[in-house]
């Protein structure tokens, strides 16, 4: 099986190329779960951004299994939202490694609401648990099905390896999110992040950047090295022609890629000090 872990590496590896430059944050969660489906040994898979419980939460489709989780109604999908058994066992503080239903409940598995509503309507009978890392609602993240067998240890581990990859593309959906909120006054904010030949990971960079980061703070943010920071600041500076980060986000804003800060409230527009008034200094 080792050249097959070779292989799902590989594809890990090119799935965050891929996600690292899919400038439209909606694509990037039905991207990871059409891939993890088949590298995880899967047949269908769900993921979830939010709390979930029995009555809310969002239930994201890999795009396989739009047709057949579509056919379950409210009652089944409350089951599905319950995550058992692994929202008790992430609760309870046992880590966030991907784990099975079979291991984790073994014969109540089998016995359980959950499995009953997965066998009589999907005719699917395992379970694995992929979470984020580092995350506080217990099962964030995806829920991977098949039939038959349960997911073998070398399946396990492709999935703990995705768990990195899950993260990151998480943290930059957020961003992506962020960015288009804080730029949606600005006259066409993708085009010009288009005209400037800026990646959507250089387009998080620059919004962190203007919160005034540093490299290391950046890198924490996003999960990768400050060196990995540094390069992709290089590369901001060189496309918008700057040298420092103050002109860099000075630049950046004039140019609509990220949000200016509100004007102080005793400025009119031009920067002019209205009549009588003072700076900070009393002046």
């Given at each position: 099986m080792l050249h097959g872990l070779d292989r799902a590496y590989e594809r890990l590896t090119e799935l965050a190329v891929a996600a690292l430059h899919e400038r439209e944050p909606d694509r990037l969660w039905p991207l990871l779960a059409d891939a993890l489906t088949g590298l995880c040994g899967g047949e269908t898979l769900i993921y979830k951004l939010d709390d979930w419980s029995e009555g809310k939460g969002t239930l994201g489709l890999a795009p396989a299994a739009a047709v057949e989780l579509g056919r379950l109604d409210d009652e089944a999908l409350s089951v599905l939202r319950s995550g058992y058994p692994f929202a008790h066992h992430y609760a309870a503080g046992l880590g966030r490694s991907p784990v099975t239903a079979r291991r984790i409940a073994d014969r109540a598995w089998s016995a359980s609401e959950t499995a009953r509503v997965l066998g009589n309507a999907l005719d699917l009978d395992q379970v694995l648990a992929l979470p984020l890392p580092g995350t506080v609602a217990p099962i964030t993240g995806c829920l991977v099905y098949r039939s038959g067998a349960d997911f073998t240890d070398d399946q396990v581990r492709i999935a703990e390896r995705a768990q990195p990859l899950l993260a990151a593309v998480e943290q930059q959906r957020q961003l992506l999110e962020q960015w288009r909120r804080l730029s949606a006054a600005a006259d066409a904010p993708e085009e010009r992040a288009a005209d400037c030949a800026l990646t959507p990971r250089e387009l998080t960079v620059l919004l962190l950047l203007t919160d005034a980061l540093t490299a290391d703070a950046i890198g924490r943010r996003l999960g990768i090295s400050a060196r990995t920071v540094h390069k992709h600041i290089e590369n901001i500076y060189r496309k918008l022609g700057t040298r420092d980060r103050l002109g860099t986000?000075?630049?950046?804003?004039?140019?609509?890629?990220?949000?200016?800060?509100?004007?102080?409230?005793?400025?009119?527009?031009?920067?002019?000090?209205?009549?009588?008034?003072?700076?900070?200094?009393?002046?």
């Open positions: 986000v000075l630049h950046a804003q004039r140019l609509g890629l990220v949000p200016a800060p509100d004007r102080p409230p005793d400025r009119p527009p031009g920067g002019r000090r209205r009549a009588g008034g003072g700076d900070h200094n009393g002046r």
